[in-house]
């Protein structure tokens, strides 16, 4: 699909360098003329350590400082969110510093700011040459297009508004691409005290654990009647979108369904269908599609725990008879999306919310 060409978005070492001293980290220049982030790695506690099969390799060092840098940002988020609804959190969600973007639906905190802040300058003072895309630099421009560069995608905090409403379901999003791939990701829910990693080849972890989106001997079992079915009604708040998200959610009860859940937070549904939680998440239907930052993390560790994630409308991910293209690649940029434990649940619940 053509991508937007603004590439003011993307944030060079040199752009962002100005905006401060680092706080967080410190980098030392290895003999190679590597980085490798060296001062806060104290942070990674016992329970969030490492996978060793992510330990060495390519984007290792990558991983590493994004578990760090998402653990350092969580941190600043777990005041706010054990405080809501106590007598300590009185006013506080009048204190974030709250503003619109698009429409009252859509807005940041500070704290969002903070948290891309620094999560910029760690990336800048071990990687340097390194690209970024953030959701709070872009704004409501267009975003940046993704070059062969290691380009950084970041959403400090994903699920704003569970987060400024003192729900736990919220997280940092940290993800690489590379060759214009997404190759790593890293999702730290802070409330919920969970870690997903993943590292494109070496399998999806949750707390050190590997997880996978299916536990049966039969991967096809799972199918529309007896699935979990997400969805996000996002910010669409059009006659027209309104209608076309809720007639696609009457047609899955219709047809017939475990369950429906609305979570709020994009990369969470996708870390959940990684971990079986659920079992298919779609977007797009309207105007609510997803951005970059909610895919490019989340998109490794699904694809890496067993998922299978398509565009919703491409016709080059389906063909005519509505099954997966296998050699069909998502991605990142489109503004539809349907995630699944499987591609017999996929294919299934795509045809009923398409209305095929």
């Not at 220049?29 to 490492?50: F, K, L, V």
């Not at 007598?87 to 700011?113: Q, W």
């Not at 760690?122 to 959701?135: Q, W």
């Not at 709070?136 to 409403?165: C, H, Q, R």
Request: charged share 25%; with cysteine.
């Amino acid at each position: 699909m053509a991508q937007p060409n603004n590439s003011k978005i993307v944030l060079s070492a040199l752009a962002v360098a100005a905006t401060g001293s680092f706080l967080y980290m410190k980098s030392s220049r290895r003999s190679n003329g590597s980085t490798s982030p060296t001062a806060i790695t104290s942070t990674i506690s016992d329970e969030y350590a490492i996978p060793p099969a992510l330990k060495s390799g390519p984007y290792s060092d990558e991983l590493k400082l994004a578990v760090e840098l998402a653990l350092e940002a969580g941190s600043n988020m777990t005041l706010h969110l054990d405080a809501k609804g106590t007598e300590a959190g009185k006013g506080a969600e009048s204190k974030l510093g709250i503003s619109t973007k698009k429409n009252d639906a859509d807005f940041r905190t500070a704290i969002d700011v903070m948290n891309e802040d620094l999560v910029m300058k760690g990336i800048i003072a071990s990687f340097p040459d390194h690209e970024i895309i953030g959701e709070e630099s872009t704004g409501t421009g267009e975003v940046a297009p993704l070059t062969d560069k290691p380009t950084w995608i970041i959403d400090p905090i994903d699920g704003t508004t569970n987060f400024a409403s003192g729900c736990p379901l919220t997280c940092v999003s940290i993800g690489l691409c590379d060759g214009g791939r997404p190759v790593m990701g890293v999702a730290f829910a802070p409330a919920t005290k969970e870690l997903y990693v993943s590292i494109r080849g070496k399998g999806a972890y949750r707390n050190g654990q590997q997880i996978h989106s299916t536990d049966d001997d039969d991967d096809d079992s799972k199918t529309l009647s007896n699935a979990v079915v997400c969805f996000e009604f996002g910010y669409a708040r059009s006659e027209e979108g309104v209608d076309n998200m809720v007639n696609a959610v009457r047609r899955i009860l219709k047809h017939g369904c475990r369950t429906t859940r609305t979570y709020g937070s994009g990369v969470l549904d996708l870390c959940y269908v990684a971990s079986g939680r659920i079992d298919v998440v779609y977007t797009g239907i309207a105007e609510e599609g997803w951005k970059p930052w909610d895919y490019c993390a989340a998109m490794v560790i699904a694809e890496e725990s067993g998922c299978s994630i398509r565009c919703l409308k491409s016709e080059k991910d389906f063909d005519k008879d509505g099954n997966i293209v296998p050699e069909s690649v998502f991605d990142i940029y489109s503004r539809s999306m349907i995630c699944g434990v499987n591609t017999t649940v996929v294919e299934q619940c795509r045809k009923i919310v398409l209305d095929l």
